[in-house]
Structures are given as C-alpha cells and as structure tokens.
C-alpha cells in the first residue's frame, strides 16, 4: 500500500489511529517513553502531530483531515515502524504532567519520576511532608539536567529560587537552553556543562535534584530500538547502575545547605544501595508505577549541620 494509497483511503483521525496501532503491533514496536501500548502510542504521534491536546483523543477521532494533515500522519506512522525512534523524537516533543519540552536524539526523552512527585506534593491538597515550602527555597540545582525539563519545573515550583542546572553533554545544554527560553526562565536558571558537581565548587542549595543515568550494563545490552536511539551516556549507570549515584551520594553534602535535601531517582536499585549505605535514612517515594525508584535524605543524615 503506498503513501498515496494511504491518505485517499484513511480520512478521519480515527481511520489514523487504527492503521497506527495495526502498523505497531506487526512491527512489534517497544514502548516507554510516555507511553506503554500501542494505542497509545499511536494516539501520542498523531494528537502531537496535529498540536491537538494529547490527553483528549475522543473528541477528535472522526474529524476529516486535511490533505496535507493525512500525508504527515502517513509520514509519520511509516517514520515510527521503519526508524523505531520514539515517536517523541518525531514529533519533537515530550510531556512532564502536561508541561510540553522540545526533545532531540541529543537528549534522554523525558519521563523521570521526580516530576510526578513534584506536581503530587506540591500541588495536593495538604502541600509536602517531606520537600522544603516552595517560598523558601532560595537555591536549587539539578543534576544531569539533560533537555533541562526538571529545572524548568524547579524555577516553576520555585519562584523566589536561582536554579542552577549541569549536565556533562553539551550538546544536551543546547537542548536545555532552548527549553529554558520556551519557558521563559532564562534570568532564572543557569547551566553548567560538566561532571556531576565539579563546575559547581563552592555552591550551596536548600534542594539538589538529580535524575542520572542508572540502567545497569546487562540491561543496557538488552535495549530494543527505542533505547537505543537515545544517547548512551544518558542510560549508562555503570555494572550496577549505581556509579553516578554513589558519586552524587559522595559529593551532596558539600553542596547542600542545611535544613535542606536532596531528591534521587535511581531505577530499581534499593537493595543494593541500602545494603551499601546502612547509615543513611533514605525515604523512598511512590509514585504511579513505582514505590522504590525515587529517594529523598535530607542534609541532617547526609552529616550537614
């Protein structure tokens, strides 16, 4: 069937989704960008496509596309089997809790659970019982900031805070700053190119956010296409996964205030890291898909006083 063939017989958004989801279901395609079936997938590519809202599919399933609308949907359907690049990638966007980020090949496609957190304690009904009061964070830094997306929400959720943001890849702070001026916290967050914490010697914050790499080596060799599209460096946690988590872990206490802390996620570490460190009172975090994935110490059982 060609392109041609494709765009005069499919003409709703919902003869789209259906050759969507059969196209990825016989190519066996991978999820885990935002998303994790083939309908959904499918209704991310196409809604994002059209810059229609991508949490309501229903109400536009059977508008007529334009001409033009049905040869980039056709487009980008055959894009997602043939390349097997997440299909934020062809679309140029991801989504933290509604938050839209530009995404490249250059950067981790966002999805941490750090950002859940931050909406769910933030905005609930009772605030946290465990984050610093967002009026009284004066200093924030992420690290790894990759595409820049959880310092962007810092400077949200921390109006009166200057945020500093670092990241070893410089072609991912080329991301970053590009987020930073979509969302208009340029005069409020400053990036580093660098390891971890060495561009930040002497720098203090009330919160240290980080989101590293920490997919362990044999999961690494396992990785089907999708992962593999994304950039090594941002996956790769070392044998264990925990390389750059023990070095955060090393450094956090030289650059943390007291009264503050620090928020970590770490994939599926927790036994390893609790069996390593006995003397730290970790607090892990739930979240929708995971009750282990993400920490949070404070500066008092880091040692800072």
């Known amino acids: 069937m060609t392109q041609d063939d494709i765009t005069s017989e499919l003409v ?50 059977d508008a007529r596309l334009l001409p033009a609308e049905r040869a980039l949907l056709a487009e980008r359907i055959e894009a997602r089997v043939t390349t097997r690049k997440p299909s934020a990638y062809l679309t140029g966007r991801s989504y933290i ?22 909406f769910s304690e933030y905005l609930g009904e009772h605030g946290s019982s465990f984050l610093p009061d967002p009026m009284l964070v004066e200093s924030a830094v992420d690290i790894c900031t990759g595409s820049g997306c959880l310092a962007v929400l810092a400077a949200k959720f921390f109006p009166q805070a ?6 070893l890849s410089a072609d991912a702070l080329e ?16 990036l580093f190119e660098g390891d971890l914490f060495a561009p930040l010697s002497g720098r203090t914050y009330d919160l240290i956010i980080t989101n590293p790499p920490y997919v362990d080596h044999d999961a690494l060799a396992g990785y089907p296409p999708e992962f593999r599209a994304e950039p090594v460096m941002a996956h790769d946690g070392g044998e264990d996964g925990l390389d750059l988590v023990r070095k955060i872990l090393a450094g956090a206490a030289d650059h943390l205030n007291p009264g503050g802390g620090m928020i970590c996620e770490i994939g599926s570490g927790r036994e390893i890291l609790e069996e390593e460190f006995p003397h730290l009172d970790f607090v892990w975090l739930e979240t929708a898909e995971s009750q282990d994935a993400v920490f949070w110490i404070s500066a008092e059982a880091l040692g800072v006083s």
Do not use: C, M
Request: no cysteine; net charge negative; proline share 3%.
């Open 175 to 190: 991301v970053a700053k590009r987020n930073l001026a979509e969302h208009d916290v340029e005069d409020q967050v400053t």
């Open 162 to 167: 200057s945020v500093d943001a670092v990241d």
């Open 97 to 118: 809790q509604g938050v839209r980020f530009f995404v490249d090949e250059r950067v981790i496609v966002p999805r941490s659970h750090i950002g859940e957190i931050l």
């Open 12 to 61: 709703t958004l919902r003869d789209y989704w259906r050759y969507a989801i059969s196209r990825f279901n016989a190519a066996e395609l991978s999820y885990g960008h935002g998303t994790t079936t083939a309908g959904d997938d499918a209704a991310f590519l196409l809604l994002d496509t059209l810059d229609l809202p991508i949490d309501a599919l229903d109400p536009f399933l």
